[in-house]
């Protein structure tokens, strides 16, 4: 297949045309010295092969933290008639619901830049991580179910937490639509020890603190200041998660035979929103939406107990208090204008993250005048970043923006790159204290195996559909 032809249409944004059966064309937003990184792993093709899909709305889009992924490219979003349009297991990934929480203290930089090790240390004791990492919560017959249905609030519940939190969660950190019953009892078997736990890859709790700060009002609207210490959080559904997404793609390719629907790709596999197939994706999805926001949940209670523990200091010392959580691959019904007509929606995000601009319910109501906090990941090496989301985006990715650094190199060549090297003293180097699983975790995650997150950041805000408020540097983190 030959490579889709990009245009420019601003200094930020670059237009696939529609070809072929294509029925919407397809729009990356990126600065034009990313699009060669960008071509590299024919991800594009994947943005084109989306607009193949029935019901799409306007664009097949994609932000410029792209990279190929299953299906739908990492970093693509997607909208799809209620009536018309499908709902796709590789439109969210394996990881449902992967998503970033940022919290801050009551601490400066000065307080624990001594203590960093202490710190990361605590941390890693604390919060159990790596691959097929299992937790001290032991669930309870039929306390799986209500971990699925009542996600955040389940934990809330259980004393992780309080309840303020959930009103500073994505969706209230519950999304409605959730029956266990669809689940296979595969899933369940993998996700009863793993709740709690944060996984492997480029998951991780980071010790960071605010360098810069953009914005001053949205900053201060989120208790943000100069040299303030952060936490963030980055992980998913896990193995749930990850089950759920296998069993559904087989599923998925029988449905698209069965209503004849015609893909570009078979990793697009799709059911229409409404037959019995696609409601029942979408209600095993959000099973494993309210898992991972309950895994953060719980997780984000016991790095409150882990500083507390290293620094010797009480919980009115900390004010460890949630700023926000965002989810990065999920599909939600919503409602956006499109051609001046408000229309009930399936959106599908993945590596991607809402965005929604000022004047939104669904925004908190603290934050719901200067639009909604949008938490960018970093690599473990540099820097992060903390936006809002507009109006703009509103208007023109379904209230969609970034959601990262975006991968440069994979996991394999990521490796090859770090033989002989030890990365974490290159990381200490830095000024970075890392603690991980093992050797080949800090190798697939070294800095220059993702994108400059300034890059990506500066072409979101350049092109308007987020606004940048302040940038979050690493001290210190563990690593799945």
């Given at each position: 297949m030959s490579e889709p032809k990009i245009r420019k249409v601003t200094n930020y944004l670059w237009e696939l045309p529609r070809e072929g059966k294509m029925r919407v064309p397809g729009r990356?937003?990126?600065a034009e010295k990313m699009l060669n990184d960008i071509r590299k792993d024919n991800a594009p093709q994947q943005v084109s092969n989306v607009a193949h899909l029935p019901g799409i709305i306007n664009y097949a889009m994609a932000m410029p933290d792209i990279h190929w992924g299953y299906g739908f490219p990492i970093g693509g979003v997607a909208a799809f008639d209620m009536n018309d349009g499908v709902i796709s297991p590789g439109g969210v990934g394996y990881d449902i619901n992967c998503g970033v929480r940022l919290?801050?203290?009551?601490?400066?930089?000065?307080?624990?830049?001594?203590?960093?090790?202490?710190?990361?240390?605590?941390?890693?004791?604390h919060i159990p991580s790596g691959v097929g990492s299992a937790g001290p919560l032991r669930l309870q017959p039929g306390e799986e179910k209500k971990v699925l249905t009542l996600g955040a609030e389940w934990a809330v519940k259980k004393g992780f937490g309080v309840e303020s939190d959930l009103e500073k969660i994505e969706e209230h950190g519950k999304m409605a639509g959730a029956d266990p019953s669809v689940i296979s009892d595969k899933a369940i078997k993998r996700g009863r020890p793993q709740l709690g736990t944060l996984g492997s890859g480029n998951h991780f709790c980071e010790i960071g603190f605010v360098e810069e700060i953009f914005d001053a009002e949205a900053a201060r609207r989120m208790g943000l200041e100069l040299n303030q210490v952060t936490?963030?959080?980055?992980t998913g559904s896990r193995g749930f998660g990850y089950?759920?997404?296998?069993?559904?793609?087989?599923?998925?390719?029988?449905?698209a035979q069965k209503y004849g629907i015609e893909l570009p790709d078979r990793q697009l596999c799709c059911a229409p929103i409404n037959s019995p197939e696609g409601r029942e994706y979408f209600a095993a999805m959000a099973c494993a939406v309210n898992y991972a926001f309950a895994n953060r949940q719980v997780i984000a209670h016991w790095a409150?107990?882990?500083?507390?523990?290293a620094l010797r200091i009480s919980p009115k010392t900390l004010k460890l208090e949630l700023i926000y959580e965002i989810a990065h691959n999920?599909?939600?019904?919503?409602?956006?204008?499109?051609?001046g007509v408000k229309r009930q929606l399936c959106v599908h995000r993945k590596g991607a993250t809402r965005a929604f601009g000022p004047g939104q319910s669904d925004v908190p109501q603290q934050y719901r005048d200067i639009g909604q906090p949008v938490l960018i990941p970093g690599d473990m090496g540099r820097y992060s970043y903390v936006l809002v989301g507009t109006q703009k985006a509103?208007?023109?990715?379904?209230g969609s923006t970034c959601h990262g650094a975006g991968r440069l190199l994979s996991r394999t060549k990521a490796i090859q790159a770090a033989k002989g090297r030890a990365i974490h003293r290159e990381m200490e180097d830095q000024g970075v204290y890392v603690k991980s699983a093992g050797r080949a975790t800090l190798a697939e995650e070294m800095p220059e195996a993702y994108k400059d997150v300034s890059d990506v950041v500066d072409s979101v805000h350049g092109a308007g559909i987020s606004k940048k408020v302040a940038k979050l540097h690493p001290l210190g983190c563990i690593k799945g």
């Open positions: 990356i937003y990126a919290l801050r203290t009551g601490l400066s930089k000065e307080d624990v830049e001594d203590k960093i090790k202490d710190i990361i240390t605590a941390l890693y004791s936490v963030f959080v980055h089950q759920v997404c296998d069993d559904y793609i087989r599923k998925m390719i029988r449905a409150e107990e882990a500083l507390e523990k999920i599909a939600k019904f919503e409602t956006h204008t499109v051609d509103m208007e023109e990715t379904f």
